[in-house]
């Protein structure tokens, strides 16, 4: 008989979704289970009645993080994730929605102040904007840093980074130089067949498999007359 442990990592996902998608009513757009994880897409108007609602009446009392996604390919191409913890009923769940560049997230530092941080950091990276947030500042990049580096089409080279010198005492503003060009990463496991060819293995001959070698006469193999001879004088007198 399996022994149920009186403090599991984390609750059961039984009956929240239904209790959920009613309290957040027309705010919800769709619902879906991940890695063990509810997810809640919400309309982006909604997203501060959903999250107080969340935390007055379904005991969700902290805001854990705050995370952005970038789809270019979307009309509304990015995502903001907020991730939410109930300390009481040892649970955890995701609400999230959709935005644009030129359409702002209410904020939602009315509900938790450590928001306030967070938000900025989506605004950072990402360039999404947060109405009602009253310092809406960068918090990640550098002082006069242009653009958004969480962005798929920020450009890896071209711009301008600060960095104080230890040499000059002061910041320099330098170009930006990478240590290392981009490299794609396939994980492709070269033991196990990989479709390409390793740096290095055009240098090395293989046989062709269907030609196999062989030996076509007794002279290749090192057998006749002379080794028998030879094989068969004493170890001593072998020379």
Do not use: C
């Not at 809406?136 to 960095?163: A, S």
């Not at 002061?170 to 390793?198: C, H, I, K, N, T």
């Amino acid at each position: 008989m399996a022994v149920l442990h009186s403090a599991p990592k984390f609750a059961s996902n039984d009956g929240v979704q239904d209790t959920l998608s009613a309290a957040m009513g027309a705010n919800l757009l769709a619902v879906q289970e991940q890695h063990g994880e509810l997810i809640f897409t919400v309309k982006r108007d909604g997203i501060e009645d959903v999250l107080r609602a969340l935390r007055d009446d379904h005991e969700y009392q902290q805001l854990m993080e705050m995370a952005g996604v970038d789809y270019p390919e979307r009309e509304e191409r990015f995502e903001v994730v907020y991730m939410l913890l109930s300390v009481t009923k040892n649970h955890r769940l995701m609400v999230k929605l959709s935005a644009s560049e030129d359409t702002p997230v209410p904020t939602v530092t009315t509900l938790w102040p450590n928001a306030g941080w967070l938000e900025r950091e989506v605004f950072d990276m990402y360039g999404v904007l947060f109405d009602g947030n009253t310092d809406l500042r960068r918090i990640l990049t550098d002082y006069g840093f242009e653009g958004h580096p969480f962005r798929k089409d920020f450009p890896l080279t071209g711009y301008t980074e600060l960095r104080y010198s230890e040499e000059d005492k002061r910041v320099v503003y330098e170009p930006v130089e990478l240590a290392q060009d981009l490299r794609q990463f396939d994980f492709m496991s070269p033991w196990e067949g990989a479709e390409y060819v390793l740096p290095g293995d055009e240098k090395v001959s293989v046989p062709d498999v269907d030609k196999p070698k062989v030996t076509e006469s007794p002279k290749q193999t090192g057998a006749g007359p002379k080794a028998d001879k030879k094989a068969a004088k004493p170890s001593g007198d072998a020379k």
